[in-house]
């Protein structure tokens, strides 16, 4: 049996949880590490490598883990190092807030974006109203290079959920929460933005794993450099292109591709009206990324379940075994890198609403 420690939302300050790693991120701070376990499915437990360390130099490393047992292996003093539990187990969730910057830190990586501001707030400001950004980082009058301060880079990272795999199961249905905003439009205005049997060759820039040609436009409307996609549909993978010259198309059978949809927002689905409610994918199969399983009658009631639960954002249900999986994966602004440097400020959106 796995163990939970109930709501632990305490940290441990110079201890360590050694040992039981499966991925390592990077966090400014300990409270964004114990937010990304919380996000991350299999995180049970995490330890943050602070940049005050003397015993170990792999600064702003968090380093998410888990046990058989729900349990870390070993806990020692370390100095340096701030160590804790996932939020899984509290509820409500506690609030994340990212309303704190960093000085002399960078973000380096995910510019999509880069302006010039007169400080550090302003820069921050235009994070905040751009719906892209996700994070910046501010280059003051005290950076070395007098020719790029002011500069503000405006960064991106993925705030809508990503089903890491898709695979044709005659026995799953899959869906996503109806409390995400992800879902895609079926109006006839929408529709108008894809194009069955048609391939946009080259000018890749991202592939990634999707349940129709509607959830691939979802991913290239939330992309800042998306321009267009292709979807292939035996395979599920999405293709997300830029290119803002030229869009040049090619008859291919199997291929749906399309334009982001700016102009066909993206709806919630809980109003039971709004006509074509499609958000039931059969036959595929949402499979790794769960939070946890548990027997239920039919695929609706695995929806509700899904819905209900504030950690959950997608879920695949088996008919044979009338098992219901719930799923997520991490949605908050991540930086791909933390580092010191001097001269910089870095920081995230205040917009505050992660999925």
């Keep these: 049996n796995i163990f939970f420690p109930g709501c632990d939302s305490g940290l441990w300050v110079d201890w360590d949880f050694p040992g039981s790693d499966f991925k390592s991120l990077f966090s400014p701070d300990a409270e964004h590490c114990q937010f990304l376990c919380t996000q991350e499915a299999p995180c049970l437990f995490w330890a943050f490598i602070r940049p005050d360390s003397k015993i170990d130099n792999r600064f702003y490393y968090c380093f998410l883990k888990a046990s058989s047992s729900g349990k870390p292996d070993n806990q020692?003093?370390?100095?340096?190092?701030?160590?804790?539990?996932?939020?899984?187990?509290?509820?409500?969730?506690?609030?994340?807030?990212?309303?704190?910057?960093?000085?002399?830190?960078?973000?380096?990586?995910?510019?999509?974006?880069?302006?010039?501001?007169?400080?550090?707030?302003?820069?921050?400001?235009?994070?905040?109203?751009?719906?892209?950004?996700?994070?910046?980082?501010?280059v003051n009058e005290k950076f070395s290079d007098t020719n790029i301060r002011h500069q503000c880079y405006l960064k991106y990272s993925w705030s809508v959920p990503r089903t890491p795999a898709v695979i044709a199961l005659a026995d799953r249905i899959s869906g996503f929460s109806r409390e995400l905003?992800?879902?895609?439009?079926?109006?006839?205005?929408?529709?108008?933005?894809?194009?069955?049997?048609?391939?946009?060759?080259?000018?890749?820039?991202?592939?990634?794993?999707?349940?129709?040609?509607?959830?691939?436009?979802?991913?290239?409307?939330?992309?800042?450099?998306?321009?267009?996609?292709?979807?292939?549909?035996?395979?599920?993978?999405?293709?997300?292109k830029n290119n803002p010259n030229q869009m040049v198309p090619k008859v291919e059978n199997g291929v749906t591709s399309g334009l982001p949809s700016q102009s066909c927002p993206l709806r919630n689905e809980k109003n039971p009206?709004?006509?074509?409610?499609?958000?039931?994918?059969?036959?595929?199969?949402?499979?790794?990324?769960?939070?946890?399983?548990?027997?239920?009658?039919?695929?609706?009631?695995?929806?509700?379940?899904?819905?209900?639960?504030?950690?959950?954002?997608?879920?695949?249900y088996v008919t044979s075994s009338r098992l219901c999986y719930l799923k997520r994966v991490i949605t908050m602004p991540a930086p791909p890198k933390v580092a010191n440097l001097a001269g910089v400020v870095s920081g995230f959106t205040l917009r505050n609403c992660f999925l």
């Excluded at 209900?308 to 879920?315: K, L």
């Design 181 to 240: 905003q992800i879902i895609p439009s079926y109006h006839t205005e929408c529709e108008d933005t894809l194009f069955p049997n048609t391939n946009f060759p080259g000018y890749d820039i991202e592939v990634h794993q999707a349940g129709s040609p509607e959830l691939c436009q979802v991913l290239c409307s939330a992309h800042p450099k998306c321009t267009y996609f292709s979807f292939v549909s035996n395979q599920f993978k999405c293709y997300l």
């Design 76 to 138: 020692n003093p370390k100095q340096g190092t701030t160590a804790g539990y996932s939020l899984k187990s509290c509820n409500p969730l506690p609030t994340l807030s990212l309303s704190k910057v960093y000085e002399n830190v960078d973000f380096p990586g995910a510019d999509y974006r880069s302006i010039f501001t007169v400080d550090y707030k302003a820069c921050q400001k235009a994070c905040t109203d751009d719906p892209f950004c996700q994070f910046f980082t501010f």
């Design 273 to 316: 009206c709004s006509p074509g409610h499609v958000t039931m994918y059969e036959g595929v199969d949402f499979p790794n990324s769960d939070i946890r399983s548990f027997p239920l009658n039919n695929v609706e009631l695995c929806e509700n379940a899904c819905t209900s639960d504030p950690n959950c954002q997608f879920y695949s």
